[in-house]
C-alpha cells in the first residue's frame, strides 16, 4: 500500500471492514489478475508490494505444499510488483514473533500469518496494524485478530465444522469411540478439531490425548497411542490430526481400527492400500496462493474479499473413491 492511499485511508477514517465488497472474490474477480499491467502497476512500482508470510509451521509434507502455492503466487504476480518473505518458525513461538517484527521493520505492506497462539501474536500484530500493514490470517486463527483496523480476512478452513466432517465419516464407518491426538499442545485449532468430532459422536465417544510436539518424537507418540489403546478396550477408531503422525500411528493400533487423518501428505497411499479410510483435506495450496494474490489486490487496487467472513479452503474428503485422481495432483507437490 503506497504512501497516498494510507494517508486518504486514515483521513476518510476508514477501517478494513468498510472497504469490505459483498462477494469479495467475484468483486476482486479474476479479471483483476488477468488484466493487463496499466499505469498504476508501471515497472516503476516492481518490487512495492511487500508481502511477508509469516507461519509457525515447519517443512514437513503439509507445510511445504503450502509453501509451493506461495512460491506459485510470488511467480504469477511478479509483474504486478510483489515481493514475498517468507518465515517458517516450526512451532517456535519466538522465531514467529521475531518473524513478524522483521517484517514490520523492512517494510511489508501486508502480511499473512497463521496464529496458532493469538496471545503471543498479540503485540506483535496489533503494533502491524497501528503501522497500517495488512493483515491477513492463514491456516489458523480465525476470529482472533479481526478486531484489528487492517485486519482484512481469514484464508482457511472452519476447524470445528471440519471436525465434524470427520465425525461424520467415522460415524458413517460404525465407529462407537475414537482416539484423537492433539499433537501440538498450544494450537487452539486442533482442540477446535477435536471438539468437533465430539459434536458428531458425542463427548462419551471421543478419547482426546494430547502430545505436545508429537511430531518431533514419532517413536514416544507410537508408544503413547498404543498404551492408550491398551488400556481402553472399547476404543475402535483412531484419528490424528496431521498424517506425519498418523500414518506412523497405523502400524502400533490394533487391527480392524477404523483410521482417518486431517491433510494429505502420505495418506493417499494409505486410503489406497486400505489402512485408513479418509483424510481431510483442507487444501493448504490455497492457504499460501490467495493471501498472496489478495495482498497484491488490496495494495494495488483497495480490492477487500471475504464480507467478513473467511474465505473457506476446505474441508474437502479423500477417500477411496477420489484417492487416484487426488494423488496424480500430489505428485505434482500441490496437494
Not at 495488512?134 to 485478530?145: D, H, K, M, W
Not at 494450537?187 to 490425548?209: E, F, I, P, T
Not at 498404543?226 to 477408531?237: E, G, P, T, Y
Amino acid at each position: 500500500m503506497n504512501d497516498e492511499v494510507l494517508e486518504t485511508i486514515e483521513e476518510a477514517h476508514v477501517t478494513r471492514r468498510g472497504l469490505l465488497v459483498k462477494g469479495g472474490i467475484a468483486a476482486a474477480g479474476l479479471t483483476a489478475l488477468s488484466a493487463p499491467v496499466s499505469k498504476a502497476f508501471a515497472a516503476s512500482d516492481a518490487g512495492s508490494i511487500k508481502v511477508a508470510v509469516v507461519t509457525h509451521g515447519d517443512t514437513g509434507s503439509f507445510w511445504s505444499v503450502f509453501k509451493k502455492g506461495v512460491d506459485q503466487a510470488a511467480k504469477d504476480l511478479k509483474s504486478r510488483g510483489v515481493s514475498v518473505t517468507q518465515v517458517y518458525a516450526n512451532n517456535d513461538v519466538a522465531k514467529q514473533v521475531a518473524g513478524i517484527n522483521a517484517a514490520i521493520a523492512g517494510g511489508a505492506k501486508v502480511i499473512a500469518t497463521s496464529v496458532p497462539d493469538a496471545s503471543a501474536l498479540k503485540d506483535p500484530l496489533t503494533k502491524a496494524s497501528q503501522k497500517g500493514i495488512e493483515i491477513i490470517t492463514v491456516n489458523s486463527g480465525l476470529g482472533a485478530f479481526d478486531t484489528l483496523s487492517t485486519y482484512e480476512v481469514h484464508v482457511g478452513q472452519t476447524e470445528d465444522v471440519a471436525g465434524q466432517g470427520a465425525g461424520k465419516q467415522l460415524k458413517k464407518a460404525g465407529a462407537k469411540k475414537v482416539l484423537v491426538v492433539i499433537h501440538e499442545s498450544s494450537n487452539s485449532g486442533l482442540q477446535q478439531r477435536a471438539d468437533g468430532v465430539k459434536k458428531v459422536l458425542g463427548g462419551s465417544g471421543v478419547k482426546v490425548l494430547t502430545i505436545p510436539n508429537a511430531k518431533s518424537d514419532i517413536p514416544g507418540t507410537k508408544a503413547k497411542v498404543q498404551a492408550a489403546f491398551r488400556a481402553d478396550k472399547s476404543l475402535d477408531a483412531f484419528l490424528g490430526l496431521d498424517p506425519d503422525v498418523t500414518i506412523p500411528c497405523l502400524d502400533v493400533i490394533p487391527k480392524g481400527t477404523k483410521a482417518g487423518t486431517f491433510d494429505v501428505g502420505g495418506a493417499i497411499k494409505e486410503i489406497q492400500k486400505g489402512r485408513m479410510l479418509f483424510a481431510i483435506d483442507q487444501q493448504q495450496y490455497l492457504q499460501g496462493y490467495l493471501p498472496v494474490a489478495f495482498a497484491v489486490l488490496f495494495v494495488s487496487n483497495l480490492n477487500t474479499v471475504g464480507n467478513g467472513a473467511p474465505v473457506l479452503t476446505g474441508p474437502g474428503i479423500i477417500n477411496k473413491a477420489n484417492a487416484s485422481r487426488v494423488a496424480a495432483l500430489a505428485a505434482k507437490g500441490t496437494r
